[in-house]
C-alpha cells in the first residue's frame, strides 16, 4: 500500500501516521510552519500571500494552475496522487470551512477515478470513508463512539452486523436516518452493501 497524507487548509492538524504529506494552496504553507517535508504541492494559491509564495518557490516544485479552472484544488491533487500510484490518502481540511467545498470534498470520494482508491477524510472529530459495493469486516474503533451510514443513491441494500442495531437485507434510501449515529457491538463487525455508501466514525 502506498500511503500519502494530504493538507488542504492551513489549520490544526495531528498526525497519526509517518506517511509522506503533500500540500495543497494554504495546506503547504500549514506543513512549512509544522516542519514537515512536503513531497508535493498543488493548487492556484490564491489564499496565500505573494511573498508566501515566493517563500514556497524557493524549495518546492509546484503545480500553480490557474484560478479560474473546471476543477477545484482538491480534485487536481487526489486524481494526480492516484495517477503517481498512492493508494491510501488521508485528507486533512476537507471538512469544515465553507460548505460548498466540504460538500464536493466529500462527493469527491465517489469520482470514478477515485472511488475505488482508500481515501478517509478527516478531523479532529470525524472520520468519512466511501465504501464501495461488497462485504467488509472491520475492527471496532475504540476512539469514535458513533458510525453512520449515508447512502449515495436509493435503495441500497445494507447488512450490518457487530452493531448496536444490527440490519439484515434492509433498503436504505437518500434522505433517510435510519442508518445514522450507531455505535459498534462487538470487536469485528462486518458490512456488506450493493451499492457505494459514505461510513462516518464520529465521537461526541
Do not use: C
Not at 518546492?60 to 482538491?74: C, G, R, W
Not at 477524510?121 to 476512539?143: A, K, P
Amino acid at each position: 500500500m502506498k500511503h500519502i497524507n494530504v493538507l488542504l487548509r492551513n489549520i490544526p492538524f495531528t498526525v497519526q501516521n509517518d506517511a509522506p504529506w503533500a500540500g495543497v494552496d494554504a495546506g503547504v504553507k500549514g506543513l512549512l510552519e509544522a516542519d514537515i517535508p512536503v513531497l508535493k504541492a498543488y493548487g492556484d494559491f490564491d489564499s496565500v500571500t505573494e511573498d508566501d509564495l515566493k517563500l514556497f518557490k524557493q524549495s518546492l516544485a509546484l503545480d500553480i494552475v490557474p484560478s479560474a479552472k473546471n476543477f477545484t484544488d482538491s480534485e487536481l491533487a487526489l486524481l494526480s496522487l492516484a495517477e503517481l500510484g498512492y493508494t491510501a490518502i488521508d485528507v486533512y481540511g476537507a471538512l469544515g470551512g465553507r460548505k460548498d467545498h466540504e460538500l464536493m470534498n466529500i462527493q469527491l470520494l465517489a469520482h470514478e477515478e477515485l472511488r475505488n482508491i482508500d481515501i478517509r477524510l478527516l478531523n479532529e472529530t470525524n472520520e468519512i470513508m466511501l465504501l464501495t459495493e461488497g462485504e467488509y469486516i472491520l475492527q471496532r474503533d475504540y476512539d469514535k463512539k458513533y458510525v453512520s451510514f449515508i447512502p449515495l443513491y436509493d435503495d441500497t441494500l445494507l447488512t450490518l452486523e457487530g452493531f448496536k442495531y444490527d440490519l439484515e437485507d434492509t433498503y436504505v434510501s437518500i434522505g433517510r436516518t435510519l442508518t445514522v449515529s450507531n455505535e459498534y457491538n462487538e470487536k469485528n463487525v462486518v458490512i456488506n452493501t450493493d451499492k457505494d455508501i459514505l461510513m462516518i466514525k464520529s465521537t461526541d
